[in-house]
């Protein structure tokens, strides 16, 4: 995804989720006709420089600059209905489901509380009777906080003569941490291409290709049979994972047909208390040279997603069977770690001493971060400034976006902040400060 957990899948050099922490700060919510005129002016730049397919892009962006000449929205003057407006009208021509455009100036900023459980998208894994292993992972977090997670939990199914992995609720997330996961199913030794995303650079028709391979895991699943489990709401990310398994006749596919999104893409701020995400690249399996988007991973097996476990479960000789993994299996065998990941309370310490500078430390942020990141680098700089120095910093949790949660300790009050870091240790995000309940 997506706010949380859209996790949908991003250029290496803007993180994996485009959701970021912050809110603009509130504006009138009524609209002109000169701020209308901007919006979609500035939107239908931004589609024809960035969208993955240029012809697609411009159909979009001519659709809606003439809706906007014939006056089809001269009658809107709410700013979140004006994006949501304008959100069906791309995606009407456009058919693009991660295509979105919305209004910054009315949602509240993402809170530390607001974050999920879990553990960078791993929420629980399980030995079943008769040596089944189940996996619940909810997103997929960047691999910096989500191999570790994964590793952990796997090592605790090591040995399961069949492995469940439920993804009926994940909302998408880092392309790298999917082919990770594959990679367990991989035999070992043995280097194949799982996925590739191709993306559109910026202003022209030229495109570049980001592979994934499998690599070496501390166990292995190979040649153990492996089932997916989809539902409608499995998006993006959480699609990639059933759709690779499935081409590369790795598991078998249960549930209902995902939600048939396929193309990654950035925030793009347009002005006017207006941000798009406007795909800008799409993924591609080296098996199909295609991918689900507009179709959604079929499954081979297709049920109601609420039967899909109870069902795969009977394919594994269970009976009576189950119907929701807290009945399989009360206690899960995975627990996330109690200790921060390396670098993010160093990255803490460092954004806290530089605070009262009046420009941000850039050397934290990634070479090559796009605008998106940045921007929210500078507003994390922001919202730090007014504090003071902590007495402390403890570790709190980490979460199911792959942040770790930190207590800044004052004499008088606590404030809770969540950060994220990329694999090379580079700044990505910032959630909080939020006062401690």
Not at 61 to 80: E, F, H, K, M
């Amino acid at each position: 995804m997506l706010l949380p957990f859209l996790a949908l899948s991003v250029p290496p050099s803007a993180g994996a989720q485009t959701a970021t922490a912050t809110a603009t700060p509130a504006l009138a919510s009524n609209l002109d006709a000169a701020a209308r005129r901007e919006i979609v002016a500035h939107l239908s730049t931004e589609l024809r420089r960035k969208y993955i397919y240029p012809v697609v892009g411009e159909k979009g962006a001519a659709a809606i600059t003439g809706a906007a000449t014939s006056g089809a929205y001269d009658r809107i003057v709410d700013l979140p209905a004006f994006t949501t407006r304008l959100t069906d009208d791309l995606r009407g021509v456009m058919t693009d489901k991660h295509l979105m455009v919305f209004d910054t100036t009315s949602r509240p900023e993402l809170s530390v509380a607001l974050l999920p459980d879990g553990e960078a998208g791993i929420v629980r894994a399980d030995r079943l009777p008769g040596g089944i292993g189940y996996l619940q992972i909810d997103g997929f977090a960047n691999p910096w906080a989500f191999k570790p997670a994964l590793d952990r939990a796997m090592a605790g199914l090591k040995g399961s003569r069949a492995l469940i992995l439920d993804v009926r609720s994940n909302g998408g997330g880092d392309p790298a941490s999917v082919s990770y996961l594959v990679s367990y199913l991989v035999p070992a030794g043995k280097r194949i291409g799982i996925s590739s995303i191709i993306w559109r650079k910026a202003g022209t028709t030229n495109l570049t290709r980001k592979p994934f391979f499998s690599e070496p895991t501390p166990v292995s699943f190979a040649g153990v049979p492996a089932y997916v489990l989809t539902s409608g709401n499995t998006f993006s990310g959480g699609e990639e994972l059933a759709y690779d398994m499935q081409t590369l006749k790795l598991g078998t596919v249960v549930g209902e047909v995902t939600g048939g999104g396929a193309n990654p893409g950035e925030r793009v701020s347009i002005g006017r208390g207006v941000t798009a995400f406007i795909p800008a690249g799409r993924a591609e399996s080296p098996v199909t040279g295609s991918n689900w988007e507009g179709r959604g991973v079929q499954p081979d097996l297709k049920v109601p997603a609420a039967d899909a476990l109870a069902t795969t479960l009977r394919r594994l000789g269970q009976a009576p069977a189950a119907a929701t993994i807290e009945a399989a299996s009360p206690v899960s065998v995975f627990t996330p770690r109690t200790v921060p990941l390396k670098g993010g309370e160093a990255m803490l310490r460092r954004l806290l001493a530089g605070r009262a500078a009046p420009e941000p430390d850039y050397t934290l942020l990634p070479p090559d971060i796009l605008d998106a990141g940045r921007a929210a680098f500078v507003d994390a700089h922001r919202r730090l400034q007014p504090l003071g120095v902590p007495q402390a910093i403890r570790f709190r949790r980490p979460d199911g976006f792959g942040y770790d949660e930190f207590s800044l300790v004052y004499p008088d009050h606590t404030l809770l902040v969540a950060i994220g870091l990329d694999p090379a240790g580079k700044f990505k995000d910032l959630i909080g400060p939020d006062p401690s309940k």
